[in-house]
């Protein structure tokens, strides 16, 4: 996600279509180093008998393909950690904002929700809710978001 008050620029080069040659489906990926990628955790469910046929591409700056590497997932938290084959050196990765968001704040990304957005989609909404803990149980998402588009 990123947050509306930033100013970035080229914030869609940072943001990347993981692909598997298999299934052909196709998730969203950020560039968060140069050499890794943060998606969502759920994204590689569908992959798990495949992990060797995903690849990458940032398909704004070029048809590079970067083979990956899973390194990190979280279940709990819906985040995984991909290493990319090769540095990304034509692309600064994508600034990180870890501040709380509130209620109703606007919010904006980028990425490849389904297929036939070969090119990608630009995604806009506001927060529903910024939660945690709801009564006794601990939810698997920190903030519930609302989407515009979908």
């Not at 046929?53 to 979280?74: D, G, M, W």
């Not at 090769?86 to 109703?104: S, T, W």
């Amino acid at each position: 996600m990123f947050n509306s008050n930033k100013k970035l620029v080229h914030q869609e080069d940072t943001v990347g279509r993981l692909t598997c040659k298999t299934c052909e489906k196709w998730s969203t990926v950020f560039l968060i180093t140069n050499k890794h990628v943060l998606t969502a955790n759920h994204a590689l469910n569908k992959h798990k008998k495949h992990f060797d046929s995903l690849f990458i591409e940032f398909v704004t700056v070029s048809a590079q393909k970067y083979s990956v590497n899973v390194i990190k997932q979280s279940v709990e938290d819906d985040v995984a950690i991909l290493e990319l084959n090769n540095e990304v050196k034509e692309i600064k990765p994508l600034y990180l904002d870890f501040n709380q968001v509130d209620y109703n704040e606007k919010w904006s990304t980028f990425g490849f929700p389904v297929k036939k957005y070969d090119f990608g989609e630009r995604i806009y909404g506001s927060v529903s809710r910024p939660v945690r803990y709801f009564g006794h149980r601990t939810l698997p998402w920190d903030t519930e978001l609302n989407c515009d588009d979908f």
